[in-house]
């Protein structure tokens, strides 16, 4: 049995104390590996947690034999509503005419079985798309984008981390290609703090991937915070907009834009979770907002949704929604 086989069925161990799957706590006595493993890059979430903890040994459950599957939902408390585990066993042996240490030796034995199965699945299940690789998720995200002669863009995410050896971040970013524009634009990508050395491959006319290298690997459980300065060469080169559309779990969101010139957007509005279609038409919407003294603007989502775009959008003309 591997050393991560044998925590997994320790941590298991540890659930099926007390009342089992009925505890009031039950979410927070879940271990880091059964949380990684059953809410994936998700916070673990205390209205919906029982019923998907328990869908999720249910089904590893099936996997068993009888007998131990009956012991291993005896140990969660299914059928049993006595509050010790050392009840349900005694009462189970007595039902199965065996002696209580016997049947806590073939709990073990399940916790091992359902181990092996859950992180069999975690194995096959892993989605190594690099766009959404698992692994990590956004608790927070800050753009700040200074408007000038060569606009920046400097993207700060603090990331939480679910899978252990976390070593790369793999982010996506466009840059529009202007009409006879050059064909190797020179994007100037700087790391802000928080990762060793930065990769970039274009995978497409306008499209960027760009991979962060971590100073150590992570485990699951640790948090980071890093940062990422992309200098562009022109304005012929951003949209009118500073937004997000998250494809991988994103808690919340923060945008700022700094304009070198008042002038440069007499219309400044922000989009509150819109498909991306919204923002590249570039039209005003209802919401919105007025620079500062220093010719800023910032918007904050406290909560953001994956696959809808959060930001903010400007114009020069005098247009108004």
């Known amino acids: 049995m591997t050393d991560r086989i044998a925590l997994i069925a320790k941590e298991l161990d540890k659930l099926h104390r007390g009342r089992g799957l009925f505890a009031p706590d039950l979410v927070d006595r879940l271990g880091p590996l059964l949380s990684a493993l059953i809410f994936g890059d998700n916070e673990p979430d205390e209205a919906l947690g029982r019923g998907l903890i328990s869908a999720t040994l249910?089904?590893?459950?099936?996997?068993?034999?009888?007998?131990?599957?009956?012991?291993?939902?005896?140990?969660?408390?299914?059928?049993?509503?006595?509050?010790?585990?050392?009840?349900?066993?005694?009462?189970?042996?007595?039902?199965?005419?065996r002696d209580p240490r016997t049947v806590h030796r073939r709990l073990r034995d399940?916790?091992?079985?359902?181990?092996?199965?859950?992180?069999?699945?975690?194995?096959?299940?892993?989605?190594?798309?690099?766009?959404?690789?698992?692994?990590?998720?956004?608790?927070?995200?800050?753009?700040?984008?200074?408007?000038?002669?060569?606009?920046?863009?400097?993207?700060?995410?603090?990331?939480?981390v679910t899978k252990n050896g976390v070593?790369?971040?793999?982010?996506?970013?466009?840059?529009?290609?202007?009409?006879?524009?050059?064909?190797?634009?020179?994007?100037?990508?700087?790391?802000?703090?928080?990762?060793?050395?930065?990769?970039?491959?274009r995978h497409s006319t306008s499209n960027w991937l760009l991979t962060m290298h971590l100073p150590r690997p992570l485990e699951i459980g640790d948090t980071h915070r890093v940062g990422v300065s992309v200098t562009m060469p022109s304005r012929d080169f951003i949209r009118k907009y500073n937004a997000l559309m998250p494809v991988r779990r994103t808690r919340s969101f923060q945008a700022s834009v700094r304009f070198e010139n008042s002038a440069e957007a007499v219309n400044i509005w922000r989009y509150d979770g819109v498909p991306q279609p919204v923002i590249e038409d570039g039209q005003p919407t209802a919401h919105q907002l007025t620079l500062n003294d220093d010719n800023t603007v910032t918007a904050d989502w406290p909560n953001v949704q994956q696959g809808l775009a959060y930001g903010i959008g400007w114009s020069t003309t005098g247009t108004t929604p």
């Open 58 to 97: 249910f089904d590893a459950a099936r996997t068993l034999p009888p007998d131990l599957a009956k012991i291993f939902l005896a140990g969660l408390g299914v059928g049993d509503n006595s509050p010790h585990l050392t009840t349900r066993l005694k009462n189970l042996g007595l039902e199965l005419d």
């Open 167 to 201: 070593a790369t971040l793999c982010e996506s970013f466009s840059v529009p290609q202007p009409p006879g524009g050059p064909d190797n634009p020179k994007i100037e990508v700087e790391p802000v703090e928080g990762c060793e050395d930065l990769q970039i491959d």
């Open 110 to 160: 399940a916790n091992r079985a359902v181990a092996q199965d859950l992180e069999r699945k975690s194995s096959i299940g892993d989605d190594q798309t690099q766009f959404n690789r698992k692994g990590w998720y956004v608790d927070r995200i800050e753009s700040h984008a200074v408007i000038c002669d060569r606009p920046r863009f400097i993207g700060i995410r603090d990331i939480k």
